[in-house]
């Protein structure tokens, strides 16, 4: 998966108008955290392309390494407002 987001650009990406990243950083949940300067670096030519981002860095347990389901209401919650703010923004503009 590492080597598929390594080649993952916005030229090869479906064509969308809005990203919200969310980097989920190792930390206390709720702690406030800056996003990396991976993500930065990643993110850094999109609005050239014409995309929208929206890039966001919540502090949180590394879920996806543990064998016990656990709960990240943080990650719950940013990821809900974001789609929230993107379909507001597709409703905006469908009405225009």
Do not use: C, H, Y
């Not at 969310?22 to 999109?46: C, F, N, Q, Y």
């Not at 502090?59 to 919650?77: M, R």
């Amino acid at each position: 998966m590492a080597s598929e987001l390594d080649a993952f650009t916005v030229r090869s990406a479906p064509a969308v108008s809005r990203v919200s990243f969310i980097e989920l950083r190792s930390g206390t949940d709720g702690e406030p955290v800056e996003p990396s300067a991976g993500s930065r670096k990643r993110v850094e030519g999109w609005p050239e392309s014409g995309v929208e981002v929206e890039l966001q860095a919540l502090a949180g347990p590394a879920f996806w390494n543990v064998a016990d389901l656990v709960d990240v209401p943080g990650l719950i919650e940013l990821s809900v407002r974001a789609a929230e703010r993107i379909l507001v923004g597709f409703a905006q503009e469908s009405v225009r």
